[in-house]
């Protein structure tokens, strides 16, 4: 008998997607639930005793490391610097670590001190390893093989691991790999530009799973890209359609998926039949010139404030993401990118400096044209690190650096404005159309009920938020009521963001001064 204890690393406190105030105000600890840790639980052998521990979540005691036999830790780049600590943590217990995700496998050399690395997709590398552990194997590396793992016989993840009550969403996988080809993405690089697949029976097995465990409510598909195989992902929203209505639509999804999601109205018709909420849609950039160079084809030659209201339509709201600091823009990008912002509608806006991740396109062709700095494949532990896109323009740009930054705290100031945002909001609840199938439970209502008066003590208040989220309330009330929620829960998301954005801005600034400091002195 083994006992396994599985840590996932915490995020920054300043990292956009890092909710954890909006959180707490459902009684929740942080957003989401870390679906790659739980699926490796249900890869690891059944007689082990398998603990997790999310340090998003909760605190990791020493008492935790004595526990275990062996310990695993999972993560991304922006957890990377709080992995590190980890790993010499778990060491200084006398245990041994194993290291695996998405950021050991692009970067393994900054791993190096785990005992064991764990690369690539577990359903694939974890056989050897375990196999390794078994003859007393004491160190090595598993890289991944040269073919993609066939993910259909990726077993249920271990929802048992999981409190629920910790996150706002819990995730589900459905396919992994995108076939588009942009220029910065990593994704495709990792997982491929074939979309691998799960089949209906997996997806509902897992929705019978978390069924069954007493889960109701938000399931993000964490996928890639949620429509890279059209024809597959319609077979998947028929069956869960069907499995939905018979068990009364005990959840409401939300995904991420390309901007060509506008063009197929059947598909945005079967997601909002099995109540999509949300969707993140990768914008990147308004330019088409940009768009070409950086390859994001699909991007190219449209008018997305339509596709933005053509999802509306379909009752589902959407954050895009836009990116600033690449080789072909022009001055014109930022007032073009709030432009877009405004107009389309987008509340949940991810806008960051372009960070080339390391095995990308991006990064090899500037490691061709010398452009890329060496030493930042490794984010800075003495540096202030939130995500990549704050440590982001790691190579030689081609417009001034600091026009970047400035353009990068012109977009912040403008979209995150408290006018502009709850403007937004408005604009945003009166566009979409609404038609809820998942309803809350009464402990649900109530919960949401405290929820809305938390709310009020945030932003409803003191000026000058209370006249904002008072007259968003008064008129969405009397002009589309049915927005109320999704006016709500956007409203909420704005404690994060104006915290999020008036760190950055500091940050940005802070960074500008102490590199026209160092410019001056050399
Ligand atoms: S669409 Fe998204 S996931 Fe697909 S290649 Fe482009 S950035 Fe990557």
Sequence with gaps: ?????????????????????????????????PLGMITLGALLPKEWDIKLLDMNAAE???????????????????????????????????????????????QPKIYEKADYLVMGEAE???????????????????????????ITRSPVPKFDLLNFKDYLTVGIQFTRGCPFNCEFCDIIELYGRIPRTKTAEQILAELDALYRAGYRGSVEFVDDNFIGNKKKVKEILIAVREWSESHNYPFYFGTEASINLADDEELLKLM????????????????DNVLKSTQKKQNVNREICDDLHKIYHYGMFVSGGFIIGFDDETSEMARLIEKTVTDGKICIAMVGLLYALPNTQLTRRLIRE?????????????????????????????????????????????????????????????????????????TGNLKNIIAFFRLINKLGLKPPTCYYFWRNIFIVLSTNPSALVEECNLMAMFIHFRKQTEFIIELMTAKQKSSSVKNSVS
């Excluded at 909002?272 to 330019?287: A, H, L, N, T």
């Excluded at 990549?388 to 705290?409: A, W």
């Design 272 to 287: 909002q039949d099995v109540d999509f909420r949300y969707v993140f849609i990768g914008i990147e950039s308004v330019d």
């Design 60 to 106: 990791l005691h020493d008492s935790d490391i004595d526990w275990a036999d062996l310990v695993f830790i999972g993560g991304m780049l922006p957890q990377q610097i709080n992995f590190l600590k980890l790993i010499d943590r778990v060491h200084s217990r006398g245990k041994k670590v194993v290291a695996g995700g998405p950021d050991p496998t692009s």
């Design 124 to 150: 694939d590398t974890i056989i050897p390893f375990l196999e390794a552990l078994k003859k007393g194997v004491e160190r090595g590396t598993f890289p991944p093989p040269r073919n993609k793992p066939d």
């Design 1 to 33: 008998m083994r006992n396994a204890l599985l840590i996932y690393p915490e995020f920054s406190a300043f990292g956009f997607w890092n909710y954890k105030d909006v959180a707490k105000l459902v009684g929740a600890k942080c957003p989401a639930a």
């Design 370 to 442: 010398k452009r890329f700095f060496d030493n930042s494949s490794q984010l800075d532990v003495n540096d202030i690190t939130i995500d990549q896109s704050t440590s982001g323009l790691n190579f030689i740009t081609k417009r001034p650096r600091n026009e970047i930054i400035n353009d990068f705290i012109y977009i912040l100031k403008k979209i995150y404005s408290q006018k502009s945002y709850f403007d937004r909001c408005l604009k945003l609840a009166k566009a979409l159309n609404v038609k809820r199938k998942s309803k809350p439970s009464f």
